[in-house]
């Protein structure tokens, strides 16, 4: 629920699943910006413009929250 309403909160796509990982809607750069901080994604040959996000632990969620958050503010 933490990563699902970070994404709600800041109007990026994604499916909802009760797996361990999201598909996200990747705003242009997330990919290259989140690898720069050493959190890796995986983009999807066959959903352009998707990524693939594990969630792992509390922490790295949090991490992984904060860093996207902060990419997000590049933005603006």
Do not use: C, Q, W
């Not at 910006?33 to 996000?53: C, E, Q, S």
Request: hydrophobic share 40%; charged share 30%; proline share 5%.
């Amino acid at each position: 629920p933490m990563v699902e309403n970070f994404y709600r909160e800041n109007g990026i796509r994604f499916v909802a699943s009760s797996a361990n990982f999201h598909l996200i809607e990747a705003p242009l750069g997330l990919y290259d910006f989140l690898k720069t901080k050493k959190i890796l994604v995986r983009p999807r040959a066959d959903l352009p413009g998707m990524v693939r996000v594990s969630i792992g632990a509390e922490k790295d969620t949090e991490k992984y929250i904060k860093t996207f958050g902060e990419y997000l503010d590049t933005l603006k």
